[in-house]
C-alpha cells in the first residue's frame, strides 16, 4: 500500500520524501531507466529526450530532478508513479513510496500444467514460470537440483534440453531485498522434468586408422548422446576385451600383439549401436620410392559400343590427385587396342627396382575366368583376344621387380552373354605368366565391382561411383592397403537401389608397410626414367600463323586441352575478333577427333598422333572464306604419342 494518497500530484510529496526520490533516482543513473520507459510510453524521441533532462541541468538541478518536474507538468499522480516504477522494477525508489508489502508467491511453475511431473525429449524446451507480490519487488532465482541456472534471473524459465543430466527436480527461490540484502524469501513448489527414451547416436567416432610406436601409451574414444545413460563395451577383432566398459579405451605400453582393428558396442534400455572400427597399426619406418609412376587410361568414346560419360572426368580426377602426391602421371583418353598395349610397355619399360607404379583403368571390360579391358576400338563381336586382359598387363609391369604395384580396373566384371556374343564362349583363351623375381611381393590388385557384377554410372553424376570414392582416399597418407578397405566401406554405405549390386574387391601380396604419398629418394635417374621424361615432357607453345591470302596474321596457341591427358590438344586462334575461325582435317580419319567449341575459334583434338596431314585453320567474314592456311600439328605434341601410334 502506498504511503501517500495515490491521487495526490508530485508537487505535494514532503520534502523529505522528494529528496529521498531525487537521491535514489539519481543512484546508478535509475533516472534514465525511468526517462527511456517514460519516453517509450509517450512516443518521445528517446536520444533528445535524455538530452533535454541533462542539458537543462545546473549546480542545484539534477537529471532526476528535471525528470520529477516534467512528470509534475505532465499533472502525474503517486499512482502513476508508482505504476511506472514497477514497470521499471526500480525497487528501491518504489520502496520510499509504499510501505512494505509481505512477500506472496501467486503463481507456481505447476500451475500452467496442473501437474508437478513433465517428460520432454532432447532439444525440446523446457519453460517454465512463476509470479511473486511484494514491496520491495520480488527478484527471481531458478534452481536445478539446488544448483544455482546461471542467467537465469527472470520470473520465467526457458532452457533447451542437450543432456540426461537435465533431468530431475526445478524451482524457483523468490526473494526481496534492500540495499542488496535479503529480508524475505520463499521458494516454489518443484516441478520434477523427466527425459523420453532417445537411441544411442554416435557423436565422435574413433578415429579410422591410428598408427602408434612401441611403448607408447594411447587412447581410444567415442562421444555419444543418448538418454538414458549408455553401456560400453570395447572390442578387438570381435574379441571383448574385459573391463573396457566405459567411453575411452586406454592401452599402455603398446606393441605388436596389440594391432588390430578396435571398437565399441553401445546400448541403452532402446537401442544398440556399433562404433566404426579403429585400425591401429606399428608405426613402422617410413618406405622410400626411386621414383613414382602412373599410368591412366580412359576409354569412353567407343566405336562399336555404348559410350561412357564419366570415364575421362574419373580419370582426370584420380590422375590430378595422384600428382598431388608426387606421382609422374602418364594419362591417356580414348586409346586403341594397340595404342594400350604399347602404352603398357613404355610404362612396363619404367617400373624398376626401387619404383612404385600404378595403373587405373576406367572403361568397358568383362570377366571371363580372368578380367579383360576392352579398347574404343573392340570389335562389336569380339573375342578374348581382342581384349587385354590382366596376367598380361601384370606380365609386362611385373618384368623389372618395381617395389610396389598397384593395379586398378574400374569396370564391369560380367560374362558377355552368349545371345549377343556367342563366338567367345567357344574360344580357347591363350593363357599369360607373369612371373616375377621377387614371387609377385607387393602387388595390389583392386576392381571397382566384384566377379561378374556390374560397375555403375550414375545418373546425371559427373564421376563414376568407384571414382568418386576413390578419389577421397587415394591421396591421404595412410598404408595403400587402408586405401581400398575405406573404399569399400565408403561405397557400401552409400550404394541404393541396383547400385548394391557393385562390390569392391581387391587382392594383395604386401609385406611392407607401403603408402602411395612415401617420398622419392632423390639418386641418379635411371635411363628408362630419363627417357620417360623426355617422352611425356609438354610445354604450351603460342606463336604467329599468316593467311597469305588475306593478308593477314593471328597467334595460335597449342596446349593440353584437358589436365592430366597427354592426347588431347587445344588449339585456340586470337587476334581475329571479327572473323569466322574453323578447323578441318586435312585427311579424314577413321573416326573424327576433331571438335571445335562454340567459341569458334579454338579446337580440340584427341590423338592427334593419328592425323596424316596437318590440320586446315581457315578464316571467313560473313559465311564467305578469305584464307587459310595449314597447321603441322604434329610439332607440338609430346613425343609418347608418337611412340604409342608406331
Known amino acids: 500500500m502506498a504511503r501517500f494518497d495515490e491521487d495526490m500530484y508530485l508537487e505535494r510529496i514532503p520534502m523529505p520524501v522528494y529528496r529521498e526520490l531525487v537521491y535514489e533516482l539519481n543512484k546508478n543513473s535509475n533516472w534514465k531507466i525511468l526517462a527511456c520507459h517514460l519516453a517509450e510510453q509517450l512516443g518521445y524521441s528517446r536520444n533528445s529526450w535524455l538530452q533535454s533532462l541533462q542539458q537543462n541541468t545546473s549546480s542545484t538541478k539534477t537529471p532526476a530532478e528535471n525528470l520529477l518536474f516534467e512528470l509534475n507538468i505532465k499533472m ?48 525440446q524446451h523446457l519453460r517454465l514460470s512463476c509470479k511473486a507480490t511484494g514491496i520491495p519487488l520480488p527478484t527471481y532465482k531458478w534452481y536445478h537440483n539446488d544448483t544455482e541456472l546461471e542467467e537465469q534471473q527472470s520470473h520465467e524459465l ?59 601409451d594411447f587412447t ?64 613402422l619406418p617410413r618406405e622410400k620410392a626411386v621414383a613414382k609412376i602412373a599410368l591412366i587410361i580412359a ?32 594419362c591417356f583418353m580414348n586409346l586403341s587396342f594397340e595404342q594400350m598395349r604399347k602404352a603398357m610397355k613404355i610404362f612396363s619399360d619404367v617400373l624398376t627396382e626401387g619404383v612404385y607404379g600404378l595403373f587405373y583403368y576406367a572403361g568397358h571390360g568383362f570377366k571371363m575366368q580372368e578380367s579383360y579391358m576392352l579398347a574404343v ?11 587385354i586382359c590382366e596376367s598380361e598387363l601384370l606380365a609386362m609391369l611385373l618384368q623389372n621387380d618395381p617395389a610396389l604395384l598397384v593395379t586398378i580396373l574400374d569396370m564391369c566384371q560380367t560374362v558377355p552373354p552368349k545371345e549377343c556374343n556367342p563366338d567367345i564362349h567357344n574360344e580357347i583363351p591363350k593363357v599369360k605368366e607373369f612371373k616375377s623375381r621377387k614371387n609377385l611381393r607387393n602387388l595390389v590388385q583392386a576392381y571397382s565391382t566384384s ?45 541404393k537401389g541396383t547400385e548394391r549390386n557393385q562390390i569392391p574387391m581387391f587382392a594383395l601380396t604386401i609385406t611392407k608397410p ?6 622419392i629418394y632423390k639418386r641418379n635417374p635411371s635411363f628408362a626414367l630419363n627417357n620417360l621424361n623426355k617422352l611425356v615432357t609438354f610445354s604450351t607453345n603460342s606463336f604467329e600463323i599468316n593467311f597469305k591470302q588475306a593478308a593477314i ?34 585427311v579424314p580419319t577413321k573416326q573424327n577427333n576433331l571438335f571445335q567449341t562454340a567459341l569458334k575459334q579454338e579446337c580440340w583434338i584427341c590423338n592427334p598422333q593419328m592425323c596424316q596431314g596437318p590440320l586446315v585453320v581457315s578464316v571467313s567474314k560473313n559465311g564467305s572464306p578469305i584464307g587459310a592456311t595449314l597447321l603441322h600439328i604434329k610439332n607440338y605434341i609430346p613425343l609418347i604419342l608418337e611412340n604409342i601410334n608406331s
Open 76 to 123: 502525474c499522480t503517486i499512482g502513476i508513479l508508482c505504476t511506472l516504477l514497477k514497470d521499471c522494477e526500480l525497487v528501491n525508489v518504489l520502496s520510499i513510496l509504499y510501505h512494505p508489502e509481505p512477500l506472496a508467491i501467486v503463481k507456481h511453475p505447476s500451475d500452467d500444467t496442473g501437474r508437478d511431473r513433465i517428460e520432454l525429449s532432447f532439444d
Open 158 to 216: 526457458d532452457i533447451i534440453i542437450t543432456s540426461s543430466s537435465q533431468a530431475g527436480e526445478y524451482k524457483c527461490k523468490v526473494s526481496q531485498m534492500t540495499n542488496e540484502n535479503i529480508i524475505s524469501m520463499l521458494l516454489t513448489k518443484s516441478v520434477f522434468l523427466s527425459l523420453s527414451p532417445v537411441p544411442v547416436v554416435v557423436q565422435q567416432q574413433p578415429p579410422a586408422l591410428l598408427e602408434i610406436k612401441e611403448g607408447q
Open 220 to 283: 581410444i574414444s567415442c562421444t555419444v548422446h543418448s538418454h538414458p545413460e549408455p553401456c560400453y563395451q570395447w572390442f578387438r577383432d570381435n574379441t571383448r576385451l574385459e573391463g573396457e566398459t566405459s567411453s575411452v579405451l586406454h592401452i599402455k605400453q603398446f606393441n605388436s600383439k596389440f594391432e588390430g582393428k578396435y571398437y565399441c558396442y553401445i546400448t541403452n534400455s532402446v537401442s544398440e549401436v556399433f562404433t566404426q572400427r579403429c585400425h591401429v597399426l606399428m608405426d
Open 299 to 330: 576409354n569412353g568414346d567407343y566405336e562399336n559400343h555404348k559410350c561412357l560419360k564419366t570415364p575421362k572426368n574419373d580419370a582426370a580426377k584420380i590422375g590430378n590427385l595422384l600428382k598431388e602426391i608426387g606421382f609422374k602421371v602418364i
Open 377 to 387: 576400338d573392340a570389335p562389336e563381336s569380339y573375342l578374348r583376344k581382342d581384349a
Open 451 to 495: 566377379s561378374h557384377r556390374p560397375s555403375y554410372e550414375r545418373i546425371n553424376s559427373k564421376y563414376g561411383l568407384y571414382a568418386t570414392h576413390l578419389s577421397k582416399y587415394i591421396s591421404k597418407d595412410i598404408p595403400v592397403t587402408k586405401i581400398f578397405e575405406e573404399v569399400g566401406k565408403s561405397i557400401d554405405i552409400w550404394l
Open 514 to 519: 607401403f603408402r602411395l604419398t612415401d617420398a
Open 553 to 586: 596474321s593471328a597467334k595460335v596457341t597449342i596446349s593440353l586441352f584437358m589436365e592430366p591427358y597427354l592426347n588431347i590438344i587445344k588449339v585456340s586462334v586470337c587476334n581475329l575478333e571479327d572473323l569466322e575461325v574453323n578447323f578441318f582435317n586435312s
